[in-house]
């Protein structure tokens, strides 16, 4: 079975460019979160999606945004780069994002460079 | 609001010697603590998990950790290193109602001499 699959793998954008990056969570699993991994740091929550609701949000600006379609894949989008937006951006998905506890397995991650 | 705290950014161990890695949390209910592990270029991979019960777990690649709500600690213990284990640990507390909005440490790098 797939895991989870993170397009693209890397890419290098422009101050002030927007950018989508895209997750494909494991079949079955309805729950896809998203972090951002700075380079030296640990991985911050953006975002949590559960049946193609939003379930969670972290200390991120409206900049950051994103949904999750029928599928249960998901697109994260950041409007208006700025250079410190360089960072991993990792997708994880789980089975449940409700009141049972379910592993989360991560993709690899989309490097995002931001010059 | 929960956190996590690695007071080691950097350790060091000789191939064959044990291994600690130290982690506190901070959060006002019963949490929900993790240990992943992150190689260069790669996504995080659970090593293991507490949720409740025994406070000794046991995970993959002979990694186990040990919960103690005294201490507001989660540290993970290797009997014995190998070079392949030379990676970032990242250590992570999630509130009980859901496991997808982790709050991960700052992570430790462990390297391994032979």
């Known amino acids: 079975d797939a895991g989870v699959t993170q397009s693209p793998t890397h890419l290098i954008k422009t101050r002030g460019q927007q950018v989508t990056l895209r997750c494909s969570p494991i079949?079955?699993?309805?729950?896809v979160s998203w972090y951002q991994q700075v380079l030296g740091q640990g991985p911050q929550f953006i975002f949590q999606?559960?049946?193609?609701?939003?379930?969670g949000r972290g200390n991120f600006p409206d900049r950051f945004s994103a949904r999750q379609f029928p599928n249960y894949s998901s697109e994260l989008n950041v409007n208006a780069l700025l250079l410190g937006d360089s960072a991993l951006y990792l997708c994880?998905?789980?089975?449940?994002?409700?009141?049972?506890?379910?592993?989360?397995?991560f993709g690899q991650g989309t490097r995002l460079t931001v010059v | 609001a929960q956190s996590v705290t690695q007071p080691d950014i950097h350790i060091t161990v000789s191939e064959g010697a044990s291994l600690e890695l130290r982690c506190n949390y901070s959060?006002?209910?019963?949490?929900?603590l993790f240990w992943y592990v992150q190689s260069p270029g790669q996504g995080l991979q659970l090593l293991l998990k507490?949720?409740?019960?025994?406070?000794l777990v046991q995970g993959i690649k002979g990694f186990e950790a040990e919960f103690k709500r005294s201490q507001s600690s989660f540290n993970l213990r290797k009997p014995s290193v190998h070079w392949s284990d030379a990676a970032e640990y990242f250590c992570?507390?999630?509130?009980?109602?859901?496991?997808?909005?982790?709050?991960f440490g700052a992570g430790t790098r462990l390297t391994v001499k032979p």
């Open positions: 994880a998905s789980s089975l449940s994002g409700g009141p049972s506890v379910t592993e989360a397995f």
């Open positions: 079949s079955g699993h309805k729950s």
């Open positions: 999606y559960y049946e193609k609701e939003e379930r």
């Open positions: 959060y006002g209910a019963t949490p929900y």
């Open positions: 507490y949720f409740s019960g025994d406070t």
């Open positions: 992570a507390v999630a509130p009980g109602y859901n496991n997808n909005d982790m709050r």
